[in-house]
């Protein structure tokens, strides 16, 4: 199989998986990984069970395509955070309901656990509102962003990660996704305690080691 084959496949299998892990459903939610100059991404209104590898969309960054599929309607999103952050090898955009909840308070997920380290700082930050669909949605994702959060909330709309391949991308979205459901479950109980910024500073440093084996 060559590398755009697997990287087809890999596109469809993180799709699917998305659906099994209540991330997404019906047609909602888009993944990419960068491709050479431009990127893989997921065409627009295919359902992941019935998506094939041959309908993964070869854009460029600046929104060129060609062949029988359309892409998603987000594929600026992905372009602009290829496009800054030499880092991301690909992205997940999913609508998980938990996520989506917080990102109707407009709010970024604080250091209430230990684990928000994980995704680059002392908070997951929330990108302001925009259309979905549209440049300014895309630049203010890519801005929020910026160069050290790997994944954060997009006001009144869902969520974006990034990581290596599309696997590890979509791993970090469940893993914000399980994170926001703590966090409304522990403001339902009451005031969350926040850890302080040298508590998140000892985590981060422990973090640069974290689950490495000794080879």
């Not at 094939?52 to 395509?65: K, T, Y």
């Not at 060609?66 to 991301?88: F, K, L, N, T």
């Not at 990102?103 to 259309?131: D, K, T």
């Not at 959060?149 to 970090?172: D, I, K, Q, T, Y």
Request: with cysteine.
């Amino acid at each position: 199989m060559s590398g755009e084959a697997a990287a087809r496949d890999s596109l469809v299998a993180a799709a699917r998986e998305s659906v099994r892990l209540g991330l997404n459903s019906g047609t909602v939610g888009n993944f990419s990984l960068r491709h050479g100059e431009g990127m893989l991404v997921t065409p627009t209104g295919i359902p992941p069970g019935e998506m094939g590898p041959e309908q993964i969309v070869a854009m460029d960054l600046r929104g060129g395509w060609q062949g029988d599929w359309v892409p998603s309607s987000e594929w600026a999103i992905h372009a602009r955070i290829y496009a800054a952050r030499p880092d991301a090898g690909a992205v997940v955009h999913a609508h998980p309901d938990h996520c989506v909840a917080l990102s109707c308070l407009r709010e970024a997920i604080p250091p209430f656990h230990y684990m928000v380290a994980g995704f680059g700082g002392e908070e997951v930050p929330c990108a302001p509102y925009a259309c979905f669909g549209s440049m300014e949605l895309a630049v203010a994702v890519a801005e929020t962003l910026g160069e050290r959060f790997n994944a954060c909330l997009m006001a009144n709309h869902g969520m974006v990660s990034l990581g290596a391949e599309p696997a590890a991308a979509l791993a970090r979205a469940a893993k914000l996704e399980t994170l926001a459901r703590q966090y409304l479950l522990a403001r339902a109980a009451g005031v969350p305690v926040r850890l302080s910024p040298e508590e998140m500073a000892e985590v981060a440093a422990r973090y640069a080691g974290y689950g490495q084996q000794r080879r």
